[in-house]
Nanobody, 122 residues
Framework: QVYLVESGGGLVQAGGSLRLSCQAT????????MGWFRQAPGKEREFVSD????????EYAESVEGRFAISRDNTKKTLFLQMNSLTPDDTAVYYC???????????????WGQGTQVTVSA
C-alpha cells in the first residue's frame, strides 16, 4: 500500500501561485491514478484534479480549469499541483489521494494524505 504526504501549502495573496507536492512511499506509485481534492471550512470535500498512472491524461474541476496543472514524476514517486491565479475561493485543505481501479472524481480513491492548508488572502 502507498502512503502519501502533502507539502507546499501556505499563505498567498490573491493572484499568486503555489505548488503542492505529494510524496508517496511504499507500494508501486505507477500503479495508481492520483488525484487532488480540497475541503474548505464548512463545505464538503470536492474534486480538484486527477491524473492517470502514466501522466498522459488529466482532468480538472471547472473551477480550476486553466489555472491549475497536475503532473507526476513516477521516478520520484511524487505528484504535483501547480496553482496559479489563486483566489480566496481556493482557500482549503488540499489532499492528495491514490486510486488503483475504477477511479472517478467521486469514488475509487481509498488512500489519502493528511492534507496541506492553502490560504489565499484578498
Amino acid at each position: 500500500q502507498v502512503y502519501l504526504v502533502e507539502s507546499g501549502g501556505g499563505l498567498v495573496q490573491a493572484g499568486g501561485s503555489l505548488r503542492l507536492s505529494c510524496q508517496a512511499t511504499g507500494g508501486r506509485f505507477d500503479m495508481y491514478a492520483m488525484g487532488w481534492f480540497r475541503q474548505a471550512p464548512g463545505k464538503e470535500r470536492e474534486f480538484v484534479s486527477d491524473i492517470n498512472w502514466s501522466g498522459t491524461s488529466a482532468e480538472y474541476a471547472e473551477s480550476v480549469e486553466g489555472r491549475f496543472a497536475i503532473s507526476r514524476d513516477n521516478t520520484k514517486k511524487t505528484l504535483f499541483l501547480q496553482m496559479n491565479s489563486l483566489t480566496p475561493d481556493d482557500t482549503a485543505v488540499y489532499y492528495c489521494a491514490a486510486c488503483v481501479a475504477y477511479c472517478s472524481r467521486n469514488s475509487g480513491y481509498n488512500t489519502w494524505g493528511q492534507g496541506t492548508q492553502v490560504t489565499v488572502s484578498a
